[in-house]
């Protein structure tokens, strides 16, 4: 089934033409979306800093405009989340559906993003935003199983497991809470194959293709933050940050 799902690319190299939608999804949905998986300010490094002694050592670079920017959240809001739209205003970069984690670490030490922000993605989706995508996802399910496929990777960490399941959509919160905490369906979708989603922890997103309506609802949802993708849309972590739009004279 996985080979019916995903096409995958060669190992990377200087000619590499990059992941698109239609490498890890089929073509035949009507729409298509990613889901940005969430960001949390992490207070850790704001509350116990390290000393300039340390980031000398450590080699660290400056970490503003980020670390004034969680500062002035926590302060602002009671919730750690940041909104991508967000940090793309912070750090200067188009909110466009190519949008990938590695542009924000191009304009700032990696060490500090990693360190100021606490992106969800061996774990997701969990939580309020579990529980949202399984809501919507019922909705153009109705009282069909759908099937669940673990990552490639759990063959050899969890041998003795299953790879996949079979199950209501209203059991994945449940079941994912009793399980290892970074235990994660890579692959979702139901007996007939109106949909399809396929969360990409390498990227920080998820890949969801189903009808209008479907995505239209997931776009919608202030739950979660999606942006309306094509199957031609690159959503690897290599993706090159647009250059800006050029100005011409009139």
Known sequence: MRDRLSREKPRPDLNWP????????????????????????????????????????????DCEPLRSFIIQRRTASSSPRIRWKELAALFDVPYVPEISLMWFRRRMDSWCVSRLLNLFTDAWPAGEECEEVCTILSKFTGREDCFFRLPSYYEYTHANQPMFYRGRLPEVTT?????PKRTVFEYWWPSDQRWCFCCETDIGATVVGGPKDLISALLASSQLECIEVQPTTRVDNRVPIPDPPSLTKT
């Open 18 to 61: 990059g992941i698109f939608v239609s490498d890890i999804m089929p073509e035949g949905f009507e729409s298509y979306a990613t889901i940005l998986h969430r960001f949390d300010a992490n207070y850790d490094e704001i509350d116990n800093p390290l000393s300039p002694s340390e980031h000398a050592i450590l080699r660290i670079g």
């Open 175 to 179: 079941f994912l809470r009793a399980r």
